[in-house]
């Protein structure tokens, strides 16, 4: 299975593909924005989308869902419940920037904690990671972490907008810092890294920041 991203929108999210290529199939996580060049990733690899992941229900990180289901309506979008007013209230919030958005239908399939995932030879364990958002979850597997916005190379997501809880975030990290540090972070924004390295390095992984007082 290769792993790789095209980073789309205003907010330079990562759009992660999962690519199968003995089975043909990709999964698409948090298709953010940009559709119609996310169809075109797809069509590029001569593959079928098999399923659209999503970590949390921002509107930097559903963008292009609506899109790509209007391509592919059959495909299963899987997300987490808690996530549903995130969904509701995205094209308002994303009215506020002055973005184009086209909202997407709920979503298909229910995430929840310890949910199995398998896809390409690989099994996804569905972690529930609150914080950065009530519905938030990462795709874990053995070597892999797609993270959405808990954890990025040398910092960590907001806690300073609606529904975020800064104590939540804390315990996801702490969490997150349970892997092997091979283990390779594909963020929703930046860089890739790894549990190592930011068990070392990212303040809020050891210990010289925190995210609230006290």
Known sequence: MRVHALTVGAFQENTWFLHDESAREVVV???GAEPRRLAAEI????????????THGHLDHIGGVAGLKTLWPEVPVYAHPLDAPLWEHAPRIA??????FEAPAPPDRALAEG????FGGERFAVWHLPGHAPGHVA???????FSGDVLFAGSVGRVDL??????????????????????IVHPGHGPRTTIGQER????FMNGTARLRKG
């Open 29 to 31: 996580i948090d298709p």
């Open 43 to 54: 069509e590029r690899m001569d593959a079928r989308l098999s399923a659209i992941w999503i």
């Open 95 to 100: 009215a506020g920037y002055g973005l184009p």
């Open 115 to 118: 949910d199995i995932l398998e």
């Open 139 to 145: 795709f874990v597997s053995e070597t892999l972490c």
């Open 162 to 183: 609606p529904l975020c809880d800064a104590a939540a975030l804390e315990r996801s990290l702490e969490r997150l810092l349970t892997l092997e540090d091979g283990v």
């Open 200 to 203: 070392v390095s990212n303040p």
